[in-house]
T-cell receptor, first 111, second 123 residues
Framework: QSVLTQPPSVSGAPGQRVTISCTGSASNIGAGYDVHWYQQLPGTAPKLLMYGNNNRPSGVPDRFSGSKSGPSASLAITGLQAEDEADYYC???????????FGPGTKVTVL | QVQLVQSGAEVKKPGASVTVSCKASGYTFSSYYIHWVRQAPGQGPEWMGLINPSVGSTSYAQKFQGRVTMTRDTSTSTVYMELSSLRSEDTAVYYCARVGVGAPWPAEYFLFWGQGTLINVSS
């Protein structure tokens, strides 16, 4: 049972905008710790998509954006493309567990 | 370019131990922490702990305290993760991962990943 909560799935048509939420608590996101996001395609290792709440690594399209407010964070994908169909995970630090924690993941389906 | 190459898949019986290796290249080995993350089938990733390759110090997730040991060999730029007293719930893909530049504890994010090692615990 993860201390971070994500919706199991979201879907959208090509070109649409979808958002993925990551809800934590005062022990993690709400305590001010950074949130990072990963994209995972089947059979591959997670790929860093967003770091430090709203920073994109080199090579990640600007269709992806991140935000954080209080105990929650969000990842938005605008101009949804077929290649965006994947699992997405948020990650932060939990001071109660004194370690890094991941969300359970959200599957994005492009209709 | 940064590469993390892990050892191959293994099948283990309950109660046994397993050691997974992760050989780093393309950067100064001692300059970045290496973390271990596992992912059970259909589940999200789970952080297991980290090792500082420079001095060998470690920090383990509470869940794995007493069962996991992380070590390194600076002569071969390799880190090792040993998990003991295996049970079926330990069946997962195990990844080593290196943090990004300028990402200190507890704001670390995992920029480089190994290819993963499947550990199957089955009687």
């Amino acid at each position: 049972q993860s201390v971070l909560t994500q919706p199991p799935s979201v879907s959208g048509a090509p070109g649409q905008r979808v958002t993925i939420s990551c809800t934590g608590s005062a022990s993690n996101i709400g305590a001010g710790y950074d949130v990072h996001w990963y994209q995972q395609l089947p059979g591959t290792a997670p790929k860093l998509l967003m770091y430090g709440n709203n920073n994109r690594p080199s090579g990640v399209p600007d269709r992806f954006s991140g935000s954080k407010s209080g105990p929650s964070a969000s990842l938005a994908i605008t101009g949804l493309q077929a290649e965006d169909e994947a699992d997405y995970y948020c990650q932060s630090f939990d001071r109660g567990l004194y370690g890094y924690v991941f969300g359970p993941g959200t599957k994005v389906t492009v209709l | 370019q940064v590469q993390l190459v892990q050892s191959g898949a293994e099948v283990k019986k309950p109660g046994a131990s397993v050691t997974v290796s992760c050989k780093a290249s393309g950067y100064t080995f001692s300059s970045y922490y290496i973390h271990w993350v596992r992912q059970a089938p259909g589940q999200g990733p789970e952080w297991m702990g980290l090792i500082n390759p420079s001095v060998g110090s470690t920090s383990y997730a509470q869940k794995f305290q007493g069962r996991v040991t992380m070590t390194r060999d600076t002569s071969t730029s390799t880190v090792y993760m040993e998990l003991s007293s295996l049970r079926s719930e330990d069946t997962a893909v195990y990844y080593c991962a290196r943090v990004g530049v300028g990402a200190p504890w507890p704001a670390e994010y995992f920029l480089f990943w190994g290819q993963g090692t499947l550990i199957n615990v089955s009687s």
